[in-house]
């Protein structure tokens, strides 16, 4: 049994910045797909941000080009959100799945393949 769970959103100005975190417990192992996902209301789910965790203890990050240069995620998983922009508005998901066959160590994920989901946090930046 997986545990997911996201904490940090809140509400910020276009501009500024915000960190969401994600805690990820019980039997998870390397090898690992993490990733950061959001869902505007009446959008689709996006994927925005995945980290690869190798069986040798090292880790892949990939960024959307919606959020690439602002967005960054770190090994603990936090969510650190630069340049912030009215678009940004949505629910922040964190996932995990496990990476049998190297899934994830080469490039994104998409929803369906996540096993475990968080019940997300809400970022809502404004003018």
């Known amino acids: 049994q997986v545990q997911i769970m996201e904490s940090g959103g809140g509400s910020v100005q276009a501009g500024g910045s915000l960190r969401v975190s994600c805690q990820a417990s019980g039997s998870i192992y390397r090898p690992l797909c993490m990733g950061w996902f959001r869902q505007a209301p009446g959008k689709e789910r996006e994927g925005i941000a995945t980290?690869?965790?190798?069986?040798?203890g090292g880790s892949t990050s990939y960024y959307a080009d919606s959020v690439k240069g602002r967005f960054t995620v770190s090994q603990d998983l936090t969510l650190q959100m630069n340049s912030l922009k009215l678009e940004d508005t949505a629910m922040y998901y964190c996932?995990?799945?496990?990476?049998?066959?190297?899934?994830?160590?080469?490039?994104?994920?998409?929803?369906?393949?996540?096993?475990?989901w968080g019940q997300g946090t809400q970022v809502i930046v404004s003018s």
């Open positions: 980290i690869y965790f190798s069986q040798n």
């Open positions: 996932a995990a799945t496990a990476s049998g066959n190297g899934r994830c160590s080469d490039g994104p994920l998409l929803p369906p393949s996540y096993r475990y």
